[in-house]
C-alpha cells in the first residue's frame, strides 16, 4: 500500500506544501512565493514574512492536497520544519501542522530545515545514495558541510559569517541589481572576464586555511570597495563573474579538503545556490573525476518546499519514529524538544 507525508515548509518567506509518496515521487507542491514583496526593502522582513504565511498557510495546504488527489484520511503522516529558520516563520507552519495532525489523527513528524534541502536531491528519482556519503547545503541562510552515515548526521563545517546565498545578496544590493541576487549574478557572471580583477583568494591562507569552515564577509568587503572606487566605470559582468569564481573555488577546496579525510559513496549539493550555474558545473567535474554519483536537486526544488520536507520524514516514518505534540521552533540549527 503506497505511503504518503504531507509537507509543509515556511522556515523563511515561501509558504509551501507538498504530498509526497514513499517512493520520493512528488504527486503535488503549491508554493506562494514573498520574493516580489521582500523585493521592495532588498531582503527579507521577518514580521512580514510571519503574516503572510498566515493568510496563505491553509490555502497552500489546501490546494497541495486537491492537486495531488490523494485525501486527507490517505495521509500516513503529516511532517513539517520546526529548526533553522526565522521564529514567527516557523511558528504558522508548525502550528498548522499541529492541527492538522490532531484534527486527521495523523502521527507528526518535526524535520530540520537542512536535511530536508539535502532529500530535496532525490525527489523524483529512483536512486539514492548509500552511507555514507557528503553533503553540502548552501543557501541564503546556510553554508553548511555535514557527513550523512548510517548512524546519524555530523555537521562537519559551517560558514563563520555570511552565507553564500547572503553574500550573494548583499553584493547585488549594493551594485543594484536585482533581488535575489543570487540569479541576478550567476546571469550576468556568465558574460564575464573572472580574470580581470584581482579579488582575494578566500580563506587560502591564514590560520584558517587548513579548516573545513567557510567565510564569505572577505569577498563581500572586496567586491564594495571596487565598486565604490570605480562607480559607473566599473566592468560589473567581469566583476560579478570573479566574485562568482572566488566562491565557487572556495566552496571545491573544502569539499576537496573533506573527501581527503576520509573517502564518501557520493556528493549531495542542495539549497538555493545549488541553482547556481557554476556550482553544478563545479559538483559535476568533482564527482566525475572522483567516479562517485552526484546528487542535484531538480532547480525546481532548490529552493525551500514542501516535498523537500515529506521527503526528509520518510525514514523518521519508517522508524516509527515521531514528534510529541509539544515540541518546539528554533532559529538556530539545534533542536527544541
Not at 560589473?236 to 569539499?255: N, P
Not at 516514518?317 to 524538544?337: E, H, I, M, N, Y
Amino acid at each position: 500500500m503506497t505511503r504518503y507525508i504531507l509537507g509543509i515548509e515556511t522556515s523563511c518567506d515561501d509558504t509551501s506544501a507538498a504530498v509526497v509518496d514513499d517512493t520520493l515521487r512528488v504527486r503535488a507542491v503549491q508554493t506562494t512565493s514573498q520574493t516580489n514583496l521582500h523585493a521592495l526593502f532588498g531582503g527579507v522582513i521577518p514580521e512580514l514574512a510571519a503574516r503572510n504565511h498566515i493568510a496563505w498557510i491553509f490555502p497552500v495546504i489546501d490546494t497541495a492536497l486537491k492537486k495531488s488527489g490523494v485525501a486527507s484520511a490517505d495521509l500516513s503522516a503529516v511532517a513539517v520544519t520546526n529548526y533553522p529558520g526565522l521564529l514567527g516563520s516557523l511558528l504558522v507552519g508548525v502550528g498548522a501542522a499541529k492541527g492538522l495532525s490532531l484534527g486527521l489523527k495523523k502521527p507528526l513528524i518535526a524535520v530540520n530545515h537542512l536535511e530536508a534541502h539535502i532529500h530535496s536531491a532525490f525527489l523524483d528519482r529512483a536512486e539514492r545514495p548509500t552511507a555514507p556519503y557528503l553533503a553540502l547545503v548552501v543557501s541564503g541562510g546556510h553554508t553548511t558541510l555535514m557527513e550523512m552515515a548510517e548512524e546519524g548526521t555530523t555537521v562537519l563545517a559551517e560558514t563563520m559569517d555570511d552565507a553564500a546565498g547572503e553574500a550573494y545578496d548583499k553584493i547585488a544590493k549594493i551594485a543594484k541589481l536585482p533581488y535575489p541576487g543570487g540569479p541576478a549574478i550567476d546571469k550576468i557572471a556568465q558574460t564575464g572576464d573572472p580574470s580581470r580583477y584581482d579579488l582575494p583568494h578566500l580563506m587560502r591562507s591564514g590560520k584558517y586555511k587548513d579548516t573545513l569552515a567557510f567565510s564569505f564577509s572577505g569577498i563581500k568587503s572586496a567586491v564594495k570597495r571596487i565598486l565604490e572606487e570605480e562607480g559607473d566605470t566599473v566592468a560589473l559582468a567581469d566583476l560579478m563573474a570573479c566574485f562568482q569564481s572566488r566562491v565557487v573555488e572556495l566552496i571545491e577546496r573544502r569539499l576537496t579538503a573533506a573527501w581527503e579525510q576520509k573517502p564518501y559513496t557520493a556528493l549531495v549539493v542542495a539549497g538555493g545556490v545549488a541553482a547556481n550555474s557554476a556550482v553544478r558545473t563545479m559538483a559535476q567535474s568533482f564527482t566525475e573525476r572522483r567516479g562517485v554519483p552526484l546528487y542535484l536537486p531538480q532547480l525546481k526544488y532548490c529552493q525551500d518546499n514542501g516535498a523537500m520536507v515529506a521527503a526528509a520524514a520518510f525514514p523518521r516514518l519508517d522508524r516509527g519514529d515521531f514528534s510529541p505534540l509539544d515540541f518546539d521552533v528554533t532559529a538556530t540549527c539545534r533542536p527544541q524538544k
